[in-house]
């Protein structure tokens, strides 16, 4: 999409569809910039449109595929390429390769401001500037709490990241201090909006006096929701369940079945309205992705979480746990037994409230618009002997 103005700088907003979290970041950015006076022209594309279709599948279906067939596998490898530039150089020639269209139209648009939401594009980006073909301003902004090594980039001028401890990470690794900015994720800004919750209630049929348990079965329909659907029905308490199944029709259908008519459950097919779903719920039920996890932070939404993907949805999974935020259950048979534990202890379920204020970040792309357009620093490089120094900071006892 673009939006252009007479006057001010071009913006460009580049994510890749490979999950929907990159995608939903950049969307929520491209509003913000939009809205800034300083701002003439906001683009925002999806990387992988500028490809091949078999680099595409690389990138999004084989990922999903993986998630779904051999999740163990994807988190050996995620853990096993978290060592800096380890696999730089195969990924930036592969990325290279496939991206010729994407470089011409880059250059075409000859943007002021190139803000990525996903590796892939920051490694392009970078290969531009490194080599003298592109004068921009490249901000790289990390959807997850941590900051896996694919993230690095040999020329970059701002990071933007989660976490305090994401910032020492990086400093530890040789990336100057002043050029991390701890914002958060970047987030739709209804997330932060107060809600008539009585009003919405009604409005889905809930009675706001019993528990609200909100569960996702993934925007994909990837994960066990089916059987996390048939344990939730053993649940003790009179909570009110709001099942979202995204654009997975078929997943819908069973979920539908499965319930048979259960009053206590609602199931809901892609929701356009979720900021008001998060808003309205006691618990959010689901996986700890970096955009859905950061979207609950913002609506004070505690978590039990289940399924984590291995990586990255481990490593949110570990800091929510660490902050008091969330449960994690290992074990979907005990699923029913550890929300009832929760919802029987409102203190303690209040207390994990309180604790989301700990990392959300509702002011995230406010944040990263000011400071991205307040910064006026030449660009970050780093040599061979540079990258060398930083992969011998991140070696492992």
Known sequence: MIIQSAYGKKVLLMSASAGSGHVRAA????????????VGEVLNVDA?????????????????????SAPTVLGAFYNASDEPWKMESIRLAMDRL????????????????????????????AHLIENGYL??????????????AMWLSRAFHRYFVALDETKVHLEALGLPGDRITVSGIPTDEAFAREVDREALCRHYDLDSNKPILLMSAGTFGVGPAEYVVSRLRHLRHEAQIIVTCGRAELLQE??????????????????NR???????SDLFIGKPGGLTTAE?????????????????????????????????????????????????????????????????????????VNTLLEDHLPPVQFDAEKREAMAEAALKP
């Open 27 to 38: 969307e929520a950015l491209e509003t913000a910039f939009a809205r800034d006076d300083r």
């Open 254 to 271: 069973k979920i539908t079945t499965l319930v048979n008519g259960d009053r206590r459950f609602r199931v809901l097919g892609y929701c």
């Open 135 to 148: 004068n921009t301003h490249l901000s790289i902004v990390v959807t997850d709490f941590d900051c896996h």
């Open 296 to 368: 609950a932070l913002v609506c004070g939404l505690p978590m039990a979480i289940f399924s984590p993907i291995p990586g990255q949805e481990e490593r949110n999974s570990d800091h929510l746990l660490e902050e008091g935020i969330a449960i994690r259950c290992n074990n979907l048979t005990t699923i029913a037994y550890k929300v009832d534990q929760l919802l029987a202890d409102p203190a303690r379920l209040e207390a994990m409230r309180q604790n989301t204020r700990k990392l959300a970040r509702p002011l995230a792309c406010r944040e990263i």
């Open 274 to 280: 979720y900021h008001e779903l998060m808003r309205l």
């Open 48 to 68: 992988l449109q500028f490809t091949n279709k078999l680099f595409r599948d690389f990138y999004s279906k084989l990922y999903l595929s993986m998630v779904r």
């Open 98 to 125: 496939n991206t010729g269209k994407l470089v011409k139209f880059v250059r075409e648009f000859e943007p002021d401001y190139t803000v990525c939401t996903h590796f892939m594009p920051a490694g392009i980006m």
